[in-house]
């Protein structure tokens, strides 16, 4: 999140990302989790932020942003939005990583001794 009021923070923005990334990944993976990206306070900019689109989607590109949207949050705006956007990322790459995962069908049965016991007596046994 950066604050669309001080550049300095937006300046910092790349620096905050890496500092996520090394410490939070994705479970089972190396692969750092999905960041979005939050222009913070538009209920304040002087001008209209939104005239910055292009450059915002070619800077999230270029930093494996995964979004971003213009928020505030004193007025709730695109707070939900860009919480749903991060939760469907980070649920893609979860079910991405669960898929790679996930034994391959080789065409073989592999018969296991798991299920339980039942009460069979062996006279009755119809093999």
Excluded at 71 to 92: G, H, R, Y
Excluded at 93 to 115: A, C, M, R
Aim: charged share 30%; aromatic share 6%.
């Amino acid at each position: 999140m950066f604050d669309v009021t001080r550049v300095a923070t937006f300046e910092a923005v790349q620096k905050w990302k890496a500092d996520v990334e090394t410490k939070v990944t994705i479970p089972g993976t190396e692969q750092p989790i999905p960041v979005v990206l939050l222009a913070n306070k538009i209920d304040l900019a002087k001008e209209e932020f939104a005239k910055n689109r292009e450059q915002m989607d070619q800077f999230c590109r270029e930093n494996n942003f995964v979004g971003w949207f213009e928020t505030s949050a004193k007025d709730n705006v695109n707070i939900d939005k860009a919480a749903a956007m991060l939760v469907q990322a980070i649920l893609e790459n979860v079910k991405h990583v669960q898929e790679i995962e996930k034994p391959k069908d080789t065409g073989v049965v592999t018969l296991t001794s798991d299920q339980p016991k039942t009460d069979v007596k062996e006279d009755n046994c119809s093999c």
